[in-house]
């Protein structure tokens, strides 16, 4: 049975930064992509940043040069170190794998996000 978990979450100030943390079990990050999405209220879930079995990463233009997501294949974990973050940014985030090519079928129960002052 797979399972995601995310960790990670919280309230931040504007400027500030956090560290998500997504562990599997069932499944190994060495064999698939693991992204991690993003939703608000009232809109569809946007994948932020994915990252290949390879290590190639892949971002959205809105979080470029701020966030950045890794792998630690041993502790069959992925991370989403997000700096500078903008009230734009608060949203539930959710851990996403099983595909070798994109999204798959597989969803963390999602960490909520707040960038507030």
């Known amino acids: 049975q797979v399972q995601l978990v995310e960790s990670g979450g919280g309230l931040v100030q504007p400027g500030g930064s956090l560290r998500l943390s997504c562990s599997a079990s069932g499944i190994s990050f060495r064999i698939c992509v693991v992204g991690w999405y993003r939703q608000v209220p009232g809109k569809q879930r946007e994948l932020v940043a994915d990252?290949?079995?390879?290590?190639?990463?892949n971002y959205a233009d809105s979080v470029k040069g701020r966030f950045t997501i890794t792998k630690d294949t041993a502790k069959n974990t992925v991370y989403l170190q997000m700096n500078s973050l903008k009230p734009e940014d608060t949203a539930v985030y959710y851990c996403?794998?099983?595909?070798?090519?994109?999204?798959?079928?597989?969803w963390g129960q999602g960490t909520q996000v707040t960038v507030s002052s």
């Open positions: 996403n794998t099983g595909s070798i090519t994109g999204t798959g079928n597989y």
């Open positions: 990252i290949t079995s390879g290590g190639s990463t």
